[in-house]
């Protein structure tokens, strides 16, 4: 049975910082990875997918990477601003679309 | 092209009452998938449903939940004699006829369901 851990819960860095997500899975059976964002009240943001076959993905500010063997993945957002204020949850799937999400960790920039 | 329509956004029940939630998928989707979110925790698989066929329901509690995907019409979860603990957001997503396979599951803003 998949499992996944995000650290830290919750970060509050100010505005312009580079930070780190850190996530962890316990079957590395994965068959991909995802990032998802979540705003209050609002639904779900895929902001990147890693293909079990995959190291890394990329999308402007932000860099995703996995490592199957170690079960773990990280999420790297580059010059933080106030907007990426935000729930970041990583997500593993299986191939049918059967998702087991993290907590998350609550991301606040503050300018 | 409209994405995952839930509907309704809010709903608020007594214990006792049934709720029903509706999801539409996306134009072209056939896969339907239910997940909750109780308070303070993260997402968890409820269900995942094909046109008429549910395929894996291992995360449905085992009473008072069922749900549908009908030839036509929206998906619907229903939770009869709702309780307190069932109070929670429930999302529901979609997928293109030839699966997950490529990985795009796209989500509604969900229904958030309080039971007084």
């Known amino acids: 049975k998949q499992e996944v851990t995000q650290i830290p819960a919750a970060l509050s860095v100010p505005e312009g910082e580079n930070l780190v997500l850190n996530c962890s899975f316990t079957?590395?059976?994965?068959?991909?990875l995802q990032w998802f964002r979540q705003d209050p009240g609002k639904g779900l943001t895929s902001l990147l997918l890693?293909?079990?076959?995959?190291r890394e993905q990329t999308s402007g500010r932000l860099n995703a990477s996995l490592d199957k063997s170690s079960g773990r993945s990280t999420l790297y957002i580059a010059a933080s601003q106030p907007g990426d204020s935000a729930t970041y949850l990583c997500v593993g799937g299986t191939s049918y679309g059967k998702l087991t999400f993290g907590q998350g960790t609550i991301l606040t920039v503050h300018p | 092209n409209a994405g995952v329509m839930q509907n309704p956004r809010h709903l608020v029940r007594r214990r006792g009452q049934e709720a029903r939630l509706r999801c539409s998928p996306m134009k072209g989707h056939s896969h339907v998938y239910w997940y909750r979110q109780l308070p303070e925790e993260g997402l968890k698989f409820m269900v995942y449903?094909?046109?008429?066929?549910?395929?894996?329901e291992s995360g449905m509690p085992k009473e008072r939940f069922s749900a549908e995907f009908p030839k036509e019409g929206p998906s619907i979860l229903r939770i009869q004699q709702v309780v307190r603990g069932d109070s929670a957001a429930y999302f529901c997503a979609s997928s293109p006829p030839q699966g997950y396979i490529t990985g795009e599951l796209f989500f509604g803003e969900g229904s958030r369901l309080t039971v007084l």
């Open positions: 449903l094909q046109k008429e066929n549910i395929i894996d």
């Open positions: 079957d590395s059976a994965i068959y991909n």
């Open positions: 890693i293909q079990s076959s995959q």
